[in-house]
């Protein structure tokens, strides 16, 4: 009969506590929210709902945090041109068409840590049934609805 060391199960629950922690995103963290299937949009998820009913008027007009000559981040959410450019342009683009999952759009308005949501403040957090818009509307492609078909369409990564 062997003995075993009292020091070897406590090693081996701070082992495993470790892990659990180190699987736990940071509050500063981004995570991916999962797009819930049977979610109800606000809206039909197309770009023109997307950009008049949550993006011009959560994000430009009532706190002008993404409008004005210096919007925050660099991120113009006043024009439906430079919104969509901003949003899905550039080399870490915010949205990534048909990922509604981890588009860091997704993951700052479903975000809770203060540090990262977006809008910020309890009192511009987007509803379930936006965030359940955006989310729809990346999933199908982040397509722009106003354009003609040749313009509309981004290459999926």
Not at 45 to 50: A, C, D, K
Not at 108 to 120: C, D, E, F, I, K
């Amino acid at each position: 009969m062997s003995v075993v060391p009292a020091a070897l199960p406590r090693a081996a629950l701070l082992a495993a506590v470790a892990a659990l922690l180190a699987a736990c995103p940071a509050e500063d963290e981004l995570v991916c929210i999962e797009v819930e299937p049977t979610c109800a949009p606000l809206y039909e998820p197309t770009y023109t709902n997307v950009f008049t009913m949550t993006l011009e008027p959560k994000c430009s007009v009532s706190n002008a945090c993404h409008a004005g000559p210096a919007p925050r981040a660099g991120l113009d959410l006043s024009d439906p041109d430079a919104a969509y450019d901003g949003l899905t342009g550039g080399a870490d683009p915010l949205v990534v068409p048909g990922d509604g999952s981890c588009s860091v759009m997704v993951q700052r308005v479903g975000s809770t840590a203060s540090s990262l949501q977006m809008p910020p403040g309890n009192d511009g957090r987007l509803s379930d049934a936006e965030v359940c818009a955006l989310q729809r509307w990346i999933e199908d492609g982040a397509l722009r609805d106003d354009l003609p078909a040749a313009r509309s369409t981004l290459p999926t990564p």
